[in-house]
């Protein structure tokens, strides 16, 4: 079983819709990370977060430690979100080595 | 700020010979990660260092695999002889220490091996 697990592997939706990606952890952590890579590659650092929520502009990242989940929201689902979300972890021991989900895919159609 | 740099973009070289990865990290940072993209494995992460010096290199996969950060803005990471299983897309990012972690990526360089 991996250590960090994500749902749903492939998520399409259309535009103007709600999106949630979930992710789920087994290991102790110091922060989690969600990142966002575009058909060209690039991988950019979304949000970090070790408690509570963050909120950049139509993107909501939610954490609940206690339960070891993650949530990845957006909102207004724009075809420009479309893009593979991945979740990734710090763990406790070994802070700086970021164990990773095998990524979720988003398709948002027009 | 230019960002972490990577190069080549792309490398497409034959079973046996050497590739040789290279990478700038973005000015001020003090950790460098190199990381292994596949379909079949994802994200791995293979080596990474502080200060210059080699931290952690479990996820080094062979013999074959080296990395080296001769100084602060400079690092290599060297396949010595490729085969075509080393196909990939590897990526280096760079981070502040001081800053839990937080990783800025380079665009990668997509390695075919045939």
């Known amino acids: 079983k991996n250590e960090v697990e994500q749902s749903p592997q492939n998520l399409t939706a259309q535009e103007g819709e709600f999106i949630t990606i979930n992710c789920s952890y087994s290991v102790g952590i110091s922060a989690l990370h969600w990142l966002q890579q575009h058909p060209g590659g690039g991988i950019v650092s979304l949000f970090m977060l070790s408690s509570g929520k963050k909120k950049h502009g139509r993107l909501i990242a939610t954490i609940n430690i206690q339960e070891k989940h993650s949530s990845l929201h957006i909102t207004a689902s724009h075809p420009r979100d479309s893009a593979v979300y991945i979740c990734a972890v710090s763990p406790i021991q070994g802070a700086q080595k970021l164990v990773f989900g095998q990524g979720t895919r988003l398709t948002i159609n027009p | 700020d230019a960002g972490v740099i990577q190069s080549p973009r792309h490398e497409v070289t034959e079973m046996g010979q050497e590739v040789t990865l290279r990478c700038k990290p973005i000015s001020g940072h003090n950790s460098l990660f190199w990381y292994r993209q596949t379909m079949m494995r994802g994200l791995e992460l293979l080596i990474y260092?502080?200060?210059?010096?080699?931290?952690?290199d479990s996820g080094m996969p062979e013999d074959r695999f080296s990395a080296k950060m001769p100084n602060a803005s400079f690092s290599t990471l060297k396949i010595q002889p490729s085969e075509p299983r080393d196909s990939a897309v590897y990526f280096c990012a760079s981070s502040n220490l001081a800053v839990l972690n937080e990783q800025f990526f380079g665009p990668g360089t997509r390695l075919t091996v045939l």
């Open positions: 260092f502080n200060n210059n010096v080699p931290i952690d």
